[in-house]
């Protein structure tokens, strides 16, 4: 059963004010919150190593048309929930490491601390709070609004074209 009750591609519930939550993004150390993107169309991808291709998807389909890291902000957000705590210090030089990789992949002029936001979901915590499940079978994306209500959400085939769709939505008032 989906939140909607019809559409299978949807799992959160939108119209309602998104859940506040507080993640610190990898390298630039920068907390990522509702408060902090207040104003801005924020969209939480959900996923893991295997469908990591997803985020490419996303900002390969959204960035020709918002170009600008504002106003439209675009985060992952990896559940690493699995990871026991006494492991977490080995498993964050791989955090910066896919960091530095998506880093290179920005174009010439543009500052990667404006782009690239890898937010460890330690303890899953977001990700729960958001309903995503099974991210590691396909990527999970929920978008905010600039008034931080929830415009939709999206788990399934074409990410990218999804996403962007719902980026619009949100900028355009619902």
């Known amino acids: 059963m989906t939140s909607n009750g019809t559409d299978p591609y949807t799992f959160f519930p939108a119209g309602q004010p998104a859940p506040d939550f507080t993640l610190t993004a990898v390298k630039s150390g920068l907390e990522i919150s509702l408060r ?3 104003g801005m169309v924020l969209g939480l991808v959900f996923h893991g190593r295997e469908t990591v291709q997803a985020v490419v ?6 960035r020709p048309v918002y170009p600008e890291p504002k106003p439209v902000v ?11 705590r006494f492991l977490q210090r080995a498993v964050k030089p791989m955090l910066e490491q896919a ?4 880093a290179r992949e920005i174009p010439k002029g543009y500052n990667p601390v404006d ?8 303890n899953g915590s977001v990700t729960k ?29 074409q990410p990218g074209s999804a996403t962007l769709a719902l ?3 949100a900028l355009n008032g619902g």
């Open 99 to 102: 960091y530095d990789q998506a």
């Open 57 to 62: 998807e996303i900002n390969t389909a959204v």
């Open 129 to 157: 709070t958001f309903k995503a499940k099974g991210t590691d079978k396909a990527a999970a994306i929920v978008v905010i609004d600039p008034a931080g209500r929830v415009t939709g959400s999206y788990q399934g085939p």
């Open 36 to 38: 902090s993107c207040a």
């Open 74 to 84: 675009l985060v992952s957000v990896i559940d690493l929930s699995v990871v026991p």
């Open 115 to 122: 782009y690239v936001f890898l937010l460890p979901d330690w």
């Open 167 to 169: 980026v619009s939505k």
